[in-house]
């Protein structure tokens, strides 16, 4: 059945428009849908951090607790009155009975504050750990036991672990079951245990002990059956310690595998170091889990919710969607057939006149006149009366071309036969390929023989098939190539080198170049023409430069090796000529007192009242070099725990390395500004400081700086250091905190100073470290919260 162009456009026009909004509407509902995807996620994370400050809030308030009843005054007493034969406290007058029972009053107390606490217990390290007060809450009465029911506990772990810590240290035991004599106690209590060592003339007393029901005190149970909203805590290994379903917490306590990975896909925050989890999971169950750290190990809070939401949201939209794809297609469907109908009208005029044409065989004369529209139309029926007045003289023009064209064939064969005979008289070879299976061989040079034994009869009798002659190893990448070329529509490509296997059963190294000859009116191959050079000899040789470049490679890195140690070194020198500059004075000092002793015993000047001066001078020369000694081995001990420290104790101590240094080198120290505490790790900030002061010195005695001068102000809670060495190039500003660069000389700097002390005063002392160019020099800022 015939169908009108105007019909056509109509429905081609109806067909895009509506592809076009479909493919639209689609894309703007999965945009959509990740948008809400997105914001469940953000929902979830914001309220999973919100309940982990809660979880870490109640962990902070028990520490506090531990540590504020351990010293107590009631605990005191107990130290002093079990110390005294009589049991008696003389101090303040009170037996130990008595200081026991205000204990027990104390610990009644915290228990009614915090109904989370439902056994406190001071435990003494005698008798195999024997509690010595111990008070427990049984279904809300708080019951101080009596000292012939008190046990002994010093084989249990929480008890082991916290003998063992320093003062002030706390150990956060494990989330498991509340256990009575080894058996769970029934109904299952989920626990958790803080204590913190007392000490007493050096040595551990007693620890003090909370036990806490972790459901109270992380408040969890306000959470459960939020509709579509699940949360979950679990321990290091990922077993459920809170759950909507009961059966599935603490399964490691009653051997069942009930664990978080086993329901969602959230192996990666158990097994690597990232401290928060985001995903999809099956079903569009939004996840999201964070790690929270519980002393030496850690407990993960997960939420969950379902998709139900972000169901109703994309039923909706997509419904109203489906209503405006179909308005609009229908109002772009009558437009088209509407403007297509007018546009269409001349060209049924110009289809006629070509049939006209096509009839006449472009002998009879055709008018166009009635079709000279303002359009692509008009040009084209204007050159379709053009085209037929010019088709007798092509026709004519046809004939000669003709006559000529067979006179080139000719020519150009002759050509060919000549250019077949250079390359039969040198070492590369021609080949002509036909597009086939095997790759036949339509014609090839009698140099084939040279390179590989055959003759070129061999290969046209299809005696020998060139594709056999291709080494095994090489033959599916060549057979790759090809293809590539010839679905990227190439003219012509160059194989990498490959082996052939000659007659005789030797391997050659070849380069081949090809080009792809096409058919000029299918585009169709219709064969391959290319020509094969022997590289063999130059392939050894090039193989033999590249050992020669892997051995120096070998060289030059055994040379950096030594480099790296040279520069170790050089550090290490750089230390040494501290100490040096440090100690030359003093030495020179006690030198100059033992030469002018003899002139003195000389003179007569020696007595008692002259030794004992003698003695007293030089013992503060050598207090001043042990103290040197002291400051190089406090600088660089390791911090473990943080620590309070005096920022101007700690500036002043780091100086006192360089002072010789900078001393001899004129530069002036200045250190101003009050002082102030900080809580962090002391040699660290020490480090800090002293890159920075070395830098500084470095820049002022490369720049030749008259009146160098190095400032140090304290304010508020910032260290300003500050020179008057011009400052730091532009170019270089923004780079000075990456790791490994450095503007020093090969072998003077590794460029890990500055950057170790960015991350040493971000990571780790909660603070900024950042530079800025200022009048005459550079200042670095190193700011704290805390």
Known sequence: MKIKLSTKVALGSF????????????????????????????????????????????????????????KSDEINGIIRASKNSYKYDSVENIKLDDWEKRLEKNFMTYMEQNR?????????????????????????????????????????????????????????????????????????????????????????????????????????????????????????????????????????????????????????????????????????????????????????????ATDIFLKEQSNEYETKMYMYILAVTFMIAIFSTVLTKILTAPIYKLTNRAK???????????????????????ELAASMEYMLENILKSKQELSQFASSLEKEVQKRTKEQEILLSIFDKGDAVLFKW????????????????????????????????????????????????VQDAVEHKSYFFEHKPYRLVTKDGNVKWVHDYTIIVRDEVSDEITHFIGYLTDITALKELNDQLEKKVQSGIREVRERDELLA?????????????????????????????????????????????????????????????????????????????????????????????????????????????????????????????????????????????KDAKIEIRLSGKTVSIQDNAGGIPSDVKDRIFEPYFTTKEQGSGTGMGLYMSSIIIRDNMDGVLEVENIDGGARFKIGFEN
């Open 15 to 70: 067909l895009v428009a509506g592809i076009g909004v479909l493919i639209f509407a689609s894309l703007s509902y999965h945009q959509i849908t990740t948008y809400f995807k997105e914001n469940v996620l953000r929902h979830l994370a914001v309220d999973v951090q919100n309940n982990a400050n809660d979880i870490e809030l109640s962990i902070k308030n028990i520490i506090h607790d531990v540590k504020m009843l351990s």
């Open 116 to 304: 989370a606490y439902f056994q406190i217990r001071l435990i003494g390290v005698k008798d195999n750990g024997k509690e010595m007060v111990r008070l427990d809450n049984i279904d809300g009465d708080i019951i101080a036991v009596k000292k012939q029911k008190l046990q002994s506990k010093g084989s249990r772990y929480y008890f082991k672990h916290t003998v063992s810590l320093s003062p002030d240290q706390v150990f956060i035991s494990k989330i498991d079951l509340n256990k009575e004599h080894g058996s769970i106690v029934f109904p299952i209590v989920p626990t958790i245990r803080i204590a913190t060592p007392i000490y007493s003339d050096g040595e551990v007393f007693a620890i003090v002990v909370i036990n806490a029901m972790v459901d109270r005190l992380f408040n969890i149970q306000k959470y459960k059956n939020i509709k579509n909203n699940n949360i979950y805590l679990c321990n290091s290994e990922g077993y459920y310690l809170f759950h909507n379903d009961v059966d599935k917490i603490f399964g490691f306590e009653f051997q069942k595998d009930y664990r978080l990975q086993n329901d969602f896909n959230a192996e990666a925050i158990f097994t690597t170091d990232i401290e928060h989890l985001s995903f999809y999971g099956d079903n569009n169950v939004a996840f999201y889990a964070k790690k929270i750290e519980l002393g030496e190990t850690f407990i993960v809070l997960a939420r969950s």
């Open 356 to 378: 006209m044409v096509a009839e006449s065989k472009g002998e009879v004369e055709i008018n166009f006149e009635d079709i000279k529209t303002n359009d692509e139309i008009g």
């Open 434 to 481: 036909n597009n086939d299976k095997h790759w036949s061989i339509a014609s090839v040079s009698h140099s084939v023989y040279k390179l590989l034994g055959y003759k070129d009869k061999d290969f046209l009798s299809e005696s020998v098939v060139y594709a056999e002659c291709i080494h095994q190893d090489d033959l599916e990448r060549v057979t790759q190539e």
């Open 565 to 705: 140690q040279q520069s170790k070194l050089a550090s290490m020198g750089e230390m040494i000529g501290a100490i040096a500059h440090q100690w030359r004075q003093p030495l020179n000092e006690l030198s100059i007192n033992i030469q002018n002793l003899d002139d003195d015993y000389e003179d007569g000047l020696i007595d008692k009242e002259f030794i004992d001066e003698f003695i007293k001078s030089n013992k503060e020369v050598i207090a001043f070099m042990s103290n040197t000694i002291d400051d190089f081995r406090n600088f660089f001990r390791v911090d473990k725990t943080k620590e309070l420290f005096s920022i101007r104790d700690a500036i002043n101590q780091t100086v006192s390395i360089q002072g010789a240094q900078l001393k001899s080198h004129n530069i002036e120290l200045i250190i101003e500004g009050e002082d102030f505490n900080i809580n962090g790790y002391k040699s660290e900030f020490q480090q800090v400081v002293l890159n920075i002061i070395n830098n500084a010195k470095d820049a002022l005695i490369s720049n030749s700086v």
